[in-house]
């Protein structure tokens, strides 16, 4: 487009929307006087599908503007000015090839939705399967290519004749990602790959359906999916009984914080006419033209940042909130946080229509603005994705608090964000060496979050080399150190003295022995377990071979164990107590942990039973550790030692471990009872392994 035609359309954009604004604002002013809220939705339609989008992002928003706006509004989420049917043969004809009846057995005239961008109708295929068939509009790519040269130039103007503002707003970069999620949307081949990634997301999740695509019947302007039957959101909140809507609100809270924070890719566009809401719970998603992605770091961002929500934690959840801000020269933090600090405030103690996480959130953003802090691009569609999704909310559950909801899904994703051995390993490889040298942690700002990981071990094999640990791999050495650096000061207190340099030397040398024959575990904790039981029964042959007894070997070993177990113990409870002050719920988090890391299933075994409400109760049914034992006739040796260890650990969580028996002893299953209601000291299982 010439930079007159560019010109023209702006000056119509510009003109339009000053008129609305000013009708607006004497609306409000005049308590619903004579403005018609229809003639603002008019005029987003005259200008074209770039601002039929804007208002549909506007009818998700009762908190910008008055409920006579949204109302009017929300008949753009599906009512758009319908296509004729003869542009929709012409444009499947263009895109497949043939016609209508060469690929539908049939294909009905009447279109069930007819949006912005698009026009859907009901079809059926030769085999009978009911379909959805989305088709573009005709010249799409022209009317957007349009505005957006428009848009663009009104943004090049405003920055000559207000930079600092431009600046300040970051709208450059919120247009940059308009541009690009809107240009996104017209490649309907594009959006019919995002589901598929959508659909490998959600595989296996009860409560959310993804629809089918048919690949032969997609193409950029042409997208063919399955067919949803289900209830919209009005009448979801009109038929469905309290105990259902309760599901659904669960169900959608869960799907947000999946998409956010577990899997990074998320729908942006979660308006009422893309849900599909079903009376068992379930609900579907559709239109997934509009998505976004966080990075890892952002996914932890906001892990952080909503457990400090959930808590109350306003300092906390603000240093996560300006962490992903970028300050300028006049930033004022204080100022930031003091205003921070009064909407979280507001949040806290107001209903949720009243008070919502979106509004806040938006709020928040512009008092950042306000202080001198740039927000990035992304953080647009992380907040109209939730203001979205939070709509919906305010339909089935009009009392709801998200961050209650969300908070048990929020421990769930710390839990196994902070129980993976893969990323601690990585976050030590780039801790340690700056610690070791400088005496400082790195930046934030200094730390990879992804790189080749194998070039990291082979590092730790030459360092090893370096320091006499021949034909070691990194991680064996660093599993010396670990077990050295807790032994050896329960072996020199030893009396009468051992020889501490025989007893480590022989250790390592029969556990060079023991190693190799050690199965290859299925999952990370299982190997680091059974390669601790090699080590610890290692270390009591050892000591039995300088003279030590039985029972004063196990006893040795046993003190060992504990040193190490007990700093694992730390951060479960820490979280736990994080998440609830009651001690049964405490213990079941914390118990919940260890059986995700390092005891983590399918390697463990493990199933819940019913128990008296102040016991957390459960059994183990299959321990490889136990399984090693075995094999060495050292059963007895895992039961005074390994088996003995759940006994300080459930009082250091303030309870006591009932146990009757062991598959260390020879029973089928251990069974574990975490007694909160009572404060008797526990009494340790002393029997010896059935033989």
Known sequence: MTLFSNIRRLSMILWTLRREVRALRQYRLQSRGRADPSRFVEALIELGPTFVKLGQVLSTRPDVLPEEYVAALKRLQERAPMVPLDVIRATIKSELGGKLADHFETFECDPVASASLAQVHRATLRNGSVVAVKVQRSDMDALISRDMAALSLGITILARIAPHKLRRSNLSAFFAEFRRYTLNELDFAAEARTIERFRLNFAGHDTVVIPNTYPKLTTRRVLTIDWVEGLRLGEAAEILTDEKKDILVSSLVNMLLKMFVSDGLFHADLHPGNIVFHSDGRLT????????????????????????????????????????????????????????????????????????????????????????????????????????????????????????????????????????????????????????????????????????????????????LQVGLTKVDGGRAMLRDLVEHYALPILQSTKPA????????????????????????????????????????????SLVAQGQSADEAQSIVYQIGWSIYEPMSVLPLMLAKTLTVDPTKQMRIATGVFRKFPFGEPAYGWRDVDTDPKIVGFDCTKCPVASFFKEHDASDLCVQTWCALDYPLAQKWGGKLERTGTIAMGDDHCDFRWNMGSSRPHQQINRRAKT
């Open 285 to 464: 998603l559709l239109d997934f033209g509009m998505y976004g992605q966080l990075e890892p770091r952002q996914q932890d961002r906001f892990v952080l940042y909503w457990m400090a929500v959930v808590q109350g934690q306003t300092r906390r959840a603000f240093h996560h909130f300006r962490a992903q801000t970028d300050a300028l020269p006049d930033a004022d933090e204080a100022a930031f946080y003091s205003q921070f600090a009064k909407l979280a405030e507001e949040f806290y103690t107001s209903p949720l229509r009243e008070t919502s996480l979106a509004k806040v959130y938006f709020e928040m953003m512009q008092a950042g603005y306000q202080a001198g802090f740039v927000f990035p691009a992304s953080l647009m569609l992380h907040a109209k994705a939730l203001t979205t999704a939070e709509a919906l909310l305010f339909e089935l559950a009009p009392d709801a608090r998200f961050e209650q909801i969300s908070r048990p899904y929020i421990a769930q994703e710390f839990e196994a964000r902070v129980a993976s051995p893969n990323r601690l390993a990585k976050r030590a490889s780039q801790i340690l060496p700056e610690l070791l040298l400088l005496g400082e942690l790195p930046p934030q700002t200094a730390m990879d979050e992804d790189w080749v990981w194998s070039t990291t071990k082979a590092l730790a094999n030459d360092l090893a």
């Open 498 to 541: 051992l020889n501490v340099s025989s007893v480590l030397e022989a250790t390592w040398c029969r556990y060079d022995k023991l190693e190799p024959n050690l199965p290859v575990s299925e999952t990370t904790g299982a190997m680091i377990t059974t390669h601790l039981a090699a080590i610890t029964l290692a270390i009591y042959e």
